[in-house]
C-alpha cells in the first residue's frame, strides 16, 4: 500500500521483493496463536438471529474459521430478540415464541457441535427508535414514554437525532431512562447464560454537533438536575464544561452500576462496550484525549472507564478504510494510532481491537486484524480483535466464505504464514476474575426513606485505602477494585444527619452497603390554613409535620407565644374580634426547628345567601368549543384574573379563557403538544382547577392502568405561559384505576393541594407540592364512598364525593397518615342521587351541583341549616348527558356551572340583605377595615365628610362581609362610610 508513488516498473519489481520479503519476514516471527479473543458482531437487522436454522449456519460458519466468540446484538431500538420483561419483541420474528437469545447461548456453548463459542449479550443503550413512530407497539419504551427523549437545544426543541429517518433517543441524564436501562441490563444478565455483555450507542448522539460540541440532551427534566445542581436558571450552552461535564458522568454512572450489580451475581460476567475512535489522525497520548471527539463530542470518557476498570472489555470500533493513505485523513494512520492507544491505556483491564471489515478489502481486513497481535512502543497489546460485521466482510461484494476460509487457510489475500486463525484459540483468561486479588462496594444512599434516594450524596470510605465516592441520580455508588480488608464508611447529605458503617472487602467479591440517612429537618406537610369564622364559634388551626425524631410545638398570635398551646392544633374558643390576627406554630425535633407560614384568622359576624339568579348564559352550539359530544367537561374560575376558564377537545386540546361577568372570549391559553399529550383516545385534557395564586391545573383522562395520568401546570392564564407537567404517572400504582373525571385544587405556592378521585370505586388522591411546581400523591381508601363524578374540597381537612345512585359524604383526612373517615352523609332526599358535578364553598356554607334529570338543572344547597335546604334552582337546555359529567365552581359572589352538552350557566348569588356596617377598623399602611354583614357581591364603598358629598373609593367584593379600603382623606376630622350594591 505504500508503492503506489513509484513508477509502474519499479513498483513492479519492488512489489515482488516487497512480498517475497514478507512471506519470509512473517514467516520467520509470526507462530499459530492459541490464547486470543477472536470475535465477531452480528447484529439482528439481517436474519442471522431470527431462527434456529440462521444461528445454527453463523455458528458453523464461525466454528470454521476458527472464531471463538460471538457479539450478537439482542436488542436494537426499544425491542428484543429475547423475552424481555420490559420491551417487546422484534417484528421480523417469523415464530414469535422463538427465543433467539437462548437458543444461541445453548448452541454456542454446545461443544458436540466443535469448540466453545463465547456469547457476548450486545445492546443499543439509548437509540431508541428509528423512523416513524405510529408503527410502535403499545408496550415499547418509546410509546410509553415519550417524554423521556432527549431533546436539543435549537429552535423548539426537536426530540429526534436528526437525518433522513429519524432516530429516536432517550436521553442519559433522566432518571427514569437510567432506571428501564438498568432494569433491561440486568434482566438479560440475570436470566440468561451469556458469557458477557455488551454495550453500543452508551454515549450521546453523533448527529447534529454545533462547533464541536454536543448540542443534545435538552430534556427538560435533565436540564432542571443541572440548574439544581449547579444553582443555575434557563439552558447552559452546549460548550458549557460544567454541563458536559455532568451529562458525561450520566452515562458513565450507568455503566458503573450496571458492571457492579451484574459481577455482584455472575462474578464471571464480562462487561464490554464498542467506544469511538474518531478523528483521521488518532490520538497518540493522553493529553490529546480531552480533544477528541469520542471526550467532547459524544460525552463518552471511555479512557476513564477502564482507568476505574468498570469496563472488562474495552472494543474500539476502529472503523477505518484501510487503503485511505492521502493527507490529511489517512486513515491507515488513524487506525493504527487509535489500536497503540487503546492498548496503552488497557490499565488493568483487556481490550479487542474492533476492524470495520466491511470498509476494507478482504487484504486489507487481514492486515487489521494482524494489527491486534502487535505490541506497542511501551510493550502492550490487546487480547485479540472482534470483526464488523458478520454479513459483510469486506467491501468488495466478494463472498464472505472467502474471508472466513482466508483466516484458516493460505491464500493470496494474505503473504503471511500461518494465517491468522490456522488452529483454535481459547479467549485469554482475565485475572481479576479468575484469580482476583480485589473486591468492590455498592449500594444505595437514601434520605428518611429507602425509596427517596438522594442524588451526590458523599460517601467516604477509609480502611486499608481511603476513596470519597458520590451517589448518582437513582442514589447508587460504588468503588471497583479496593484492597481486601475491613474499612469504615460515612455517608453525608445535606438537611441529613451523617451515617458510619462498617463492612468488609473480600477479593473477588462485591460487598453491600445502603445508607439510610435520617433527616435533620422538620417537613411541614401542611402548614395552617387561614380561617373565616363568626364572633362567638370555635376557630381549630392544625399543623402537620414529620420528623425524624420527636416533635415538639408552640402556637404564636401575632408572634408571640399562645400559653399551653403546645400541641399539633390549637383551638381558639368563643372567638372575639380580638382574637383576629395571624396564628403560626414553631416546630422543633432534636436538630433544631422552624416556624410554619402564617394563617390568618378573619373574624365576621354569620352571613346567610337566600338564592341566585341567571347572571349568562352558554348554550351547546353557541360557540365552536361548545358541543353536544362530550368533548367539555372542565371549567374552574380564577379568583386572580377574574377570568372563567373551558377545557375543551373540540378541534385540538384547549383552554379558553371567558371573561367571568359576560361569558365574552378573551382568548386560548398556551397548550402546547410537546408538554399536552397523552391520555386515553383525544382525552389530553380534561378537567381544570385553579390556585389562590392564580396558578391554573389541568388533568387528562386515563384507563386504567393509570400511568398515563398527567397534571399540567401554567403560572397564571395569560396567553404566553408556558406549561409543564407538575405529575406524571400513576396516582396509585397498586390500585389500576380510571383517572381524570374529577378534579379540585385549593390552597397556593407549597400549600396547594389537588384532589382527585377515580371513576368507580373509593380511591382518592391528594397530591402535595414541596416546591410549588411538582407533586407527590397521597393515596386514600373510604369504603362506601364514591367521588367518581363530583369531588370538591371542604372546610378544613374533608372534602365532598358525589356520583349518580349515591349519596353526597363528606371525609375528614390526615395527610400525614393517608387515612380518613367518612364525617357525614346527607340523604339523597335531600341531595337527589341524580346529582353529579359539585362545587363547594365552605365559607359561606353553601354547595351547589349539576343534577341529571329531566330537564338537568343546577341545584344550590344551603348547608348553614339543619337540615341542609335547596335555595334555588336553574334548568339546562334538555339535552342529553349520557356521561353525567360537568364541573361546578364558585367565585366572588357567582357560581358557574357545566353541564356536558348543555353549555354552560353562570349564576349571581343572592345576599340577606339589608346590609349593615357593624365597625370600622383602621389598618396599617393607611388602610381601613370595614366589617359588614354583607354576602360577597360587588359593592361600591363610598366615603363621605359631610354626608353630603360622597366620592367612590373602590368597588370589590368582600370576603365574608370583610371590606379593605384605601381612603386619601383618613386625617379627617369625620369620615364616614357606606356601600352600594350596583
Known amino acids: 500500500m505504500y508503492l503506489y508513488s513509484m513508477s509502474p516498473m519499479l513498483k513492479t519489481f519492488l512489489g515482488c521483493c516487497y512480498c517475497t520479503l514478507a512471506v519470509l519476514f512473517f514467516s520467520q516471527t509470526a507462530s499459530a496463536k492459541t490464547n486470543e479473543f477472536r470475535g465477531i458482531w452480528t447484529d439482528a437487522w439481517q436474519n442471522h438471529l431470527h431462527s434456529a436454522s440462521a444461528i445454527d449456519a453463523m455458528l458453523a460458519q464461525m466454528r470454521s474459521a476458527n472464531l471463538n466468540a460471538v457479539v450478537g446484538q439482542i436488542r436494537r431500538r426499544g425491542d428484543s430478540l429475547y423475552v424481555s420483561n420490559y420491551e417487546p419483541k422484534i417484528s421480523q420474528l417469523a415464530n414469535n415464541s422463538f427465543d433467539p ?223 485511505n493513505t492521502i493527507e490529511p485523513q489517512n486513515h491507515a494512520k488513524a487506525y493504527t494510532n487509535w489500536a497503540n492507544f487503546a492498548m496503552d491505556h488497557a490499565y488493568n483491564r483487556q481490550v479487542a481491537i474492533g476492524p470495520g471489515l466491511y470498509l476494507n478489502s478482504i487484504e486489507n481486513g487481514l492486515v487489521q486484524l494482524r494489527h491486534s497481535r502487535s505490541v506497542t512502543a511501551a510493550g502492550n497489546s490487546a487480547v485479540g480483535s472482534c470483526g464488523y460485521v458478520f454479513h459483510q466482510t469486506n467491501k468488495d461484494g466478494q463472498a464472505n466464505s472467502i474471508f472466513y476460509n482466508a483466516l484458516v487457510n493460505p491464500t493470496a489475500y494474505d503473504p503471511v504464514t500461518p494465517p491468522m486463525y490456522a488452529q483454535p484459540a481459547t479467549i485469554p483468561p482475565m485475572p481479576w476474575k479468575t484469580a482476583p486479588i480485589r473486591g468492590h462496594l455498592k449500594g444505595f444512599v437514601s434520605g428518611s426513606s429507602p425509596t427517596n434516594y438522594l442524588e451526590d450524596g458523599a460517601i467516604t470510605i477509609t480502611g486499608p485505602e481511603s476513596r470519597t465516592l458520590y451517589s448518582d441520580v437513582t442514589g447508587f455508588y460504588g468503588a471497583v477494585d479496593l484492597v481486601p480488608g475491613n474499612y469504615s464508611a ?162 385540538g386540546a384547549k383552554i379558553y379563557v371567558l371573561n367571568a361577568d359576560t361569558g365574552a372570549e378573551i382568548r386560548t391559553m398556551n397548550t402546547d403538544t410537546d408538554v399536552i399529550q397523552g391520555g386515553y383516545q383525544d382525552f389530553t385534557l380534561q378537567m381544570l382547577g385553579t390556585g389562590e395564586d392564580g396558578a391554573v391545573y389541568g388533568c387528562n383522562m386515563v384507563l386504567a392502568p393509570g400511568n398515563g395520568f398527567k397534571i399540567y401546570r401554567w403560572n397564571n392564564d395569560a396567553a404566553e405561559t408556558v406549561p409543564t407537567v407538575a405529575f406524571s404517572g400513576n396516582p396509585w400504582p397498586a390500585n389500576e384505576q380510571r383517572w381524570g373525571d374529577t378534579f379540585d385544587v385549593r390552597g397556593s405556592g407549597t400549600n396547594t393541594l389537588i384532589l382527585v378521585g377515580a371513576r368507580t370505586g373509593s380511591s382518592f388522591c391528594i397530591l402535595t407540592t414541596e416546591n410549588g411546581v411538582d407533586f407527590t400523591p397521597r393515596t386514600f381508601s373510604v369504603p362506601s364512598v364514591t367521588g367518581g363524578l363530583g369531588l370538591a374540597f371542604g372546610l378544613g381537612n374533608t372534602f365532598w364525593g358525589k356520583n349518580i345512585a349515591n349519596s353526597l359524604k363528606q371525609v375528614e383526612f390526615d395527610l400525614a397518615t393517608q387515612t380518613a373517615n367518612i364525617v357525614n352523609t346527607i340523604s339523597t332526599a335531600i341531595v337527589p342521587d341524580a346529582v353529579t358535578a359539585i362545587g363547594v364553598n365552605p365559607a359561606l356554607d353553601l354547595i351547589a351541583g349539576v343534577t341529571i334529570e329531566t330537564p338537568d338543572a343546577f341545584h344550590l344547597y344551603d348547608f348553614l341549616s339543619a337540615p341542609p335546604a335547596l335555595i334555588a334552582s336553574e334548568n339546562f337546555p334538555d339535552l342529553p348527558n349520557v356521561n353525567g359529567t360537568g364541573s361546578v365552581d364558585f367565585g366572588r359572589d357567582r357560581v358557574y356551572a357545566l353541564n356536558s352538552n348543555n353549555g354552560i350557566l353562570a349564576l349571581r348569588l343572592i345576599p340577606r340583605w339589608p346590609i349593615s356596617i357593624q365597625s370600622v377598623m383602621p389598618l396599617e399602611n393607611g388602610k381601613i377595615g370595614l366589617l359588614t354583614d354583607s354576602d360577597p357581591v360587588a359593592q361600591s364603598i363610598e366615603a363621605s365628610s359631610d354626608l353630603i358629598e360622597w366620592q367612590v373609593l373602590t368597588t370589590q367584593s368582600p370576603t365574608n362581609g370583610y371590606f379593605e379600603i384605601t381612603d386619601p382623606e383618613t386625617n379627617s376630622t369625620h369620615r364616614f362610610y357606606r356601600t352600594k350594591v350596583p
Open 101 to 323: 437469545l437462548a437458543y444461541l447461548t445453548q448452541q454456542a456453548h454446545n461443544t458436540n457441535n466443535g469448540p466453545r463459542i463465547e456469547v457476548h449479550a450486545w445492546i443499543v443503550t439509548y437509540p431508541i427508535w428509528s423512523g416513524a413512530t405510529n408503527t410502535l407497539v403499545t408496550n415499547h419504551p418509546l410509546y410509553l414514554h415519550p417524554d423521556w427523549l432527549s431533546r436539543s437545544n435549537s429552535v423548539n426543541g426537536p426530540v429526534h437525532t436528526g437525518g433522513a429517518s429519524p432516530r429516536w433517543q432517550f436521553d442519559p441524564a433522566h432518571p427514569e431512562v437510567q432506571k428501564h436501562t438498568f432494569n433491561v441490563a440486568m434482566d438479560i444478565i440475570s436470566r440468561y447464560d451469556v458469557d458477557g455483555f455488551n454495550f453500543d450507542y452508551i454515549r450521546y448522539p453523533e448527529y447534529g454537533q454545533v462547533g464541536n460540541y454536543q448540542p443534545w440532551g435538552y430534556n427538560p427534566v435533565s436540564v432542571a438536575r443541572f440548574n439544581a445542581k449547579y444553582g443555575r436558571t434557563g439552558e447552559p450552552a452546549p460548550d458549557d464544561p460544567d454541563w458536559s461535564e455532568f451529562r458525561r458522568d450520566q452515562v458513565t454512572a450507568l455503566l458503573r452500576k450496571i458492571y457492579l450489580s451484574a459481577i455482584a451475581i455472575k462474578p464471571h460476567v464480562k462487561i464490554s462496550a464498542d467506544t469511538i475512535t474518531w478523528g483521521h489522525h488518532g490520538v497518540t497520548n493522553t493529553a490529546q484525549w480531552s480533544t477528541n471527539a469520542a471526550y467532547y463530542g459524544v460525552l463518552q470518557d471511555w479512557r476513564s472507564w477502564m482507568e476505574e476498570g468498570i469496563l472488562d472489555l474495552n472494543i474500539p470500533m476502529n472503523y477505518y478504510r484501510h487503503h
Open 490 to 651: 460515612t455517608a453525608s447529605f445535606p438537611g441529613y444527619a451523617d451515617v458510619t458503617s462498617n463492612f468488609t472487602v473480600t477479593a473477588g467479591l462485591v460487598a453491600d452497603l445502603d445508607f439510610l440517612l435520617p433527616s435533620t429537618a422538620v417537613h411541614f406537610v401542611e402548614h395552617p390554613a387561614g380561617l373565616v369564622t363568626a364572633v362567638g364559634t370555635d376557630a381549630t388551626f392544625s399543623v402537620t409535620a414529620t420528623s425524624e425524631t420527636a416533635l415538639s410545638y408552640q402556637w404564636l398570635f401575632n408572634n408571640f407565644e399562645i400559653p399551653g398551646a403546645t400541641g399539633s392544633a390549637f383551638t381558639r374558643t368563643n372567638v372575639q374580634y380580638s382574637h383576629e390576627g395571624n396564628y403560626s406554630v414553631a416546630v422543633s425535633n432534636s436538630f433544631g426547628g422552624t416556624i410554619s407560614s402564617n394563617a390568618f384568622l378573619r373574624v365576621v359576624s354569620p352571613l346567610r345567601t337566600t338564592g341566585m339568579e341567571l347572571l349568562w348564559n352558554l348554550p351547546p352550539g353557541s360557540r365552536p368549543y361548545l358541543t353536544t359530544n362530550g368533548t367539555e367537561r372542565g371549567l374552574a374560575y380564577n379568583s386572580v384574573s377574574g377570568n372563567l376558564l373551558l377545557a375543551s377537545r373540540a378541534g
